[in-house]
């Protein structure tokens, strides 16, 4: 039975700073080197709480974080409106004040209408062969790797999905997990083989191999040169 992490000698990684993220690459790595090689219904399915749809096989599951591309308002807002009763000079500063305020609510309408990545309660996210599948206390959902318009890993632990949404707009997810490369990796090779990124094998930092090496462990060889 594969185990990504089973065979590294603990105290030469301490070492060289081999840590918790560093299995998870090598882990991917695995997977890669499976889906290359066609093998990857052999790996043991890990455990996961998901619901998972017959055939399906879990890759990993985890703590995620993840934000969507949203804006937060639609740009209405509601002009505030005073009668204001007294001396000249104090209806003049009411006035200019009540005017203020609506500029604010204006400009504060108007900064929420415009999309931006906005930051949803943290939850449990499962991968698989076919899909992410997220979980928190507010919603459910799966993106399927067939539905990705575009697909990138814009940092070691993010990965950024586009897709069409429900009503047939252009929607974007960032997913925040150690299983980022892996997420990458899934998608990539389903629907994006000939993304630069899977074809150098660059998703794995600069000398992991060697690293792997020095903490007693094997890594596959998922770039196309070294």
Request: proline share 7%; hydrophobic share 40%; charged share 20%.
């Amino acid at each position: 039975m594969f185990d990504p992490g089973g065979d590294v000698d603990r105290l030469l990684a301490q070492q060289v700073g081999w840590g918790m993220f560093d299995d998870h690459l090598l882990y991917t790595a695995w997977v890669t080197r499976a889906l290359m090689d066609g093998t990857l219904a052999s790996l043991p399915p890990r455990p996961t709480r998901m619901r998972m749809d017959p055939g399906e096989h879990s890759l990993a599951e985890s703590q995620v974080g993840w934000s969507v591309w949203t804006a937060i308002g639609d740009g209405s807002w509601e002009s505030n409106n005073i009668a204001a009763m007294g001396s000249t000079g104090f209806v003049v500063a009411a006035h200019l004040g009540n005017a203020m305020l609506n500029r604010s609510r204006r400009s504060l309408a108007q900064r929420d209408s415009r999309p931006r990545w906005v930051p949803q309660r943290p939850g449990i996210g499962m991968v698989s062969q076919v899909r992410m599948c997220f979980h928190n206390p507010d919603t459910n959902f799966s993106l399927y790797w067939h539905g990705m318009d575009a697909v990138d890993l814009i940092a070691p632990d993010s990965m950024e999905f586009r897709f069409q949404d429900s009503e047939g707009g252009n929607a974007a997810i960032r997913v925040h997990s150690p299983w980022a490369a892996l997420m990458f990796v899934m998608s990539a090779f389903t629907c994006f083989p000939s993304h630069p990124l899977l074809l150098s094998g660059n998703w794995l930092p600069p000398g992991f191999e060697d690293r792997c090496h020095m903490a007693g462990k094997k890594c596959p060889q998922v770039r196309q040169s070294r």
